[in-house]
């Protein structure tokens, strides 16, 4: 009987163990005790053309600060925006009617959120409501394309000088980049003749 | 050629045939399941058998585990400057995968071989035909407790393994190569989602807990009854039960986390 006693003892520390376990796995490491503030927190909408990877459960900060989280994300298939659907905690209910919402990226190449940049109204965001300034998401290929294009047209005007450098020591020079490429050729031709003749 | 055209015939037979004793047998395991909620007793003590004595392993295996996973990605990250991500990195490992499957295989070499040694030498000595000449079904009174009991104590041996793995990492990332603490762990919360990885690591683990425990008692009761036949089962049991681990964890791993 004794012995019984001892063992089950030590099979209920043994119950009570896994359960610690559990709840530390579930509180401490685990986003279970910020997710149950969805409850009570109100409803926001914001409208992007390109939400990038913007995922649901992606934060929502202000000022560096989470005040929420993304809950839905959907495709409009009328005016081909994607409508966002933020949950913010009941706590922040004073965000002015003339916030920015941006898509952000944490670090370089850190998972994307939600900025919120308070305006200065005096009227606040209520459940439901929609946050009408918005800017996009920054895809980084977009960005990307857009510097090699830019690179692209520089360096096609940069071009231009080395092939009038022979004919710099060339008295007769005051080439201007607007030059016409007739120009150009006659003066190379006229170089080249030059530098034939020496 | 027809000879080895036979042996292969012949090992395919006795493999299906097996299998299919193996089904028949859980089968009439789980119809045991009311009677071991009666008899409470033979139930606790299994338990403390499978469960209770793999405590001291599971948990120091766990913490090595963790402060080796700690060290190692460390050095990787930070060659990257992300040693923030450390705590992320050791936990996700840890509740996804390392803890369901290295605490299984623990689990069959620590319970599962004795459970098979226990219910073999039971037979080769006819304990078991002794009982069924009493009228007392064997499945019910030996087999039936010693399954659930392996069953119950498999996730909450994963749950204690990750979380002293989840210590051990904080301890050598915090405390000996010092990553920030504050980061450690609020990035791993930010990470870790409950639903997605720790209540699927807790299905791995439950899931490993009837494979693994089936295989051990079924290799038991199939043992040839003689001393020979009782060792090799238990060398079948825990061969069988650590391949049927990983391969079960890989199919776990593609149903769970394989669409994304």
């Known amino acids: 009987m004794q012995q019984s006693k001892v063992l089950e003892t030590w099979v209920g520390l043994f119950v009570v163990l896994g359960i610690v376990s559990l709840f530390f796995l579930a509180m401490k490491v685990s986003n279970l005790a910020d997710l149950h503030v969805k409850d009570d927190s109100y409803r926001l909408f914001a409208r992007f053309q390109n939400v990038g990877s913007l995922r649901e459960r992606a934060p929502v900060s202000m ?23 933020m949950r913010i905690e ?32 005096e009227a606040y965001f209520k459940d439901g409501d929609e946050i009408e300034l918005s800017q996009s998401a920054l895809v980084l290929e977009e960005v990307i394309s857009r510097f090699l294009f830019n690179k692209a047209e520089g360096g096609s005007e940069k071009k231009d000088s080395p092939q009038s450098n022979p004919s710099e020591d060339d008295h007769s020079e ?25 | 050629m027809l000879d080895s055209t036979q042996t292969l015939g012949r090992n395919t037979l006795q493999r ?12 009439r395991v789980l119809t045991g399941f009311p009677d071991v909620f009666l008899r409470f007793r033979l139930l606790t003590a299994q ?67 004795a459970l098979t040694a ?9 304990q078991l035909s ?27 041996l994963a749950a204690l393994f990750s979380m002293v793995g989840v210590i051990g990492g904080y301890f050598v990332g915090v405390d000996l190569l010092g990553v920030d603490e504050g980061a450690f762990w609020s990035q791993m919360r930010a990470k870790i989602d409950f639903h997605d990885d720790i209540i699927n690591g807790i299905i791995k683990s439950f899931v490993f807990g009837v494979v693994v425990t089936w295989i051990a008692v079924f290799e038991g009761y199939d043992a040839l009854p003689t001393s020979e036949g009782v060792g090799r089962a238990t060398t079948r049991s825990v061969v069988y039960s650590a391949l049927a681990v990983l391969a079960w964890d890989f199919v776990l791993t593609a149903m769970m986390y394989g669409d994304k």
Request: contains cysteine; aromatic residues 6%.
């Open chain 1, 63 to 85: 000022a560096g600060v989470r005040i929420g989280r993304v809950s839905s994300i959907r495709f409009d298939n009328k005016t081909y925006d994607a409508v966002v659907e």
């Open chain 1, 90 to 121: 009941p706590q922040f209910n004073t965000i002015p009617t003339d916030t920015t919402a941006n898509i952000l990226t944490a670090g370089l190449l850190g998972e994307q959120y939600i900025g919120l940049s308070a305006g200065a109204e």
């Open chain 1, 174 to 198: 005051h080439k201007t980049k607007g030059a016409s490429v007739k120009d150009e050729v006659v003066t190379n031709a006229d170089h080249k003749k030059k530098s034939g003749a020496r």
């Open chain 2, 16 to 27: 299906l045939e097996k299998l299919g004793r193996s089904c028949l047998f859980i089968l």
């Open chain 2, 47 to 113: 338990i403390y058998s499978v469960g209770v004595l793999s405590i001291v392993i599971v948990s120091v295996s766990g913490f090595f585990v963790g402060m080796v996973l700690s060290l190692q990605g460390y050095n990787v990250l930070s060659d990257f400057g992300a040693e923030q991500t450390l705590g992320v990195m050791v936990a996700a490992s840890l509740v996804r995968e390392l803890g369901p499957v290295v605490t299984a295989l623990l689990f069959a070499g620590r319970a599962g071989s």
């Open chain 2, 118 to 126: 226990e219910i073999g030498l039971m037979k080769a000595t006819e």
């Open chain 2, 130 to 156: 002794g009982m069924e000449m009493m009228a007392v079904d064997p499945l019910r009174r030996i087999i039936s407790p010693r399954f659930f009991a392996g069953v119950i104590s498999m996730p909450l």
